[in-house]
């Protein structure tokens, strides 16, 4: 299986934590089951849908600088955490955020899957509006 097919079906069973979370505490609020539905794989959505867009920025290196930052303070401040060689202690920004680069896999399946809830989202709220 592929690295995205992967990523997508763990997002998926991963966004069953939160429509499950919203059917529990919303099932005894007398709305239609369309209705329900469509708030449980709403939220579902926006939470996977988020951190995959979360996931696509970090990608293009929006955290670089911070997490470099707060990675050299630690190292100054907390010794027990610097970097056990020489070598690694002297990195500089360009070649960590070169290193981070080729370490970053696609957000994909992570979008599609709640690309997946949000659609099935509308398609509840399309069904209550029906019924």
Not at 39 to 47: E, M, N, R, Y
Not at 51 to 61: A, D, H, P, T, W
Not at 106 to 111: D, H, I
Request: charged share 15%; glycine share 10%.
């Amino acid at each position: 299986m592929k690295r995205t097919q992967k990523s997508f079906w763990i997002s998926l069973a991963v966004g069953l934590l939160p429509v499950l979370a919203v059917w529990y505490f919303n099932a005894s609020s007398g709305r239609s089951l369309a209705h329900l539905l469509c708030d449980c794989f709403f939220v579902a959505g926006v939470l996977v849908a988020g951190s995959g867009g979360l996931l696509f920025v970090r990608n293009q290196g929006m955290f670089d600088l911070m997490s470099f930052g707060v990675m050299m303070v630690l190292h100054i401040h907390w010794p027990w955490t610097a970097p056990r060689t020489a070598e690694q202690g002297k990195e500089t920004f360009a070649a960590y955020r070169e290193r981070k680069r080729e370490e970053r896999r696609s957000p994909a399946g992570v979008l599609w899957a709640g690309a997946v809830y949000l659609a099935l989202s509308v398609l509840m709220l399309v069904l209550s509006r029906l019924g």
